[in-house]
Nanobody, 122 residues
């Protein structure tokens, strides 16, 4: 069982990036999926989540209105579209999945990707 993130990179403040998380098994199509991030010297923090159907989404206050999470269950992928990026968005972004539902706590999620770096320069 694997989650593989892609799409990270470097961008200037105000720019946009899209992250993708591909799951290795079709069972993930019913799992809640979340994105977390970890900046240097800080703990992992919740960014956004989507339920198994894709009908409900949840965002951290710091990204609401700038980031959009969505899923394509046919492709077993979850996207995080990031716009109006700020230097404080710089972090390693992780995709996570759980069969029992979404949460803001990282401890709720059973499966994790390896992370992808996002760097926003001022």
């Amino acid at each position: 069982v694997q989650l593989v993130e892609s799409g990270g990179g470097s961008v200037q403040a105000g720019g946009s990036l899209s992250l993708s998380c591909a799951a290795s098994e079709r069972t993930f199509s019913s799992f809640a999926m979340g994105w977390f991030r970890q900046a240097p010297g800080k703990g992992r923090e919740f960014v956004a989540a989507v339920d198994g159907s894709g009908s409900s989404t949840y965002y951290a206050d710091s990204v609401r209105g700038r980031f959009i999470i969505s899923r394509d269950n046919a492709k077993i992928t979850v996207l995080l579209q990031m716009a109006s990026l700020k230097p404080e968005d710089t972090a390693v972004y992780y995709c996570a999945a759980d069969p029992t539902g979404w949460a803001m706590s990282e401890y709720k999620y059973e499966f994790w990707g390896q992370g992808t770096q996002v760097t926003v320069s001022s």
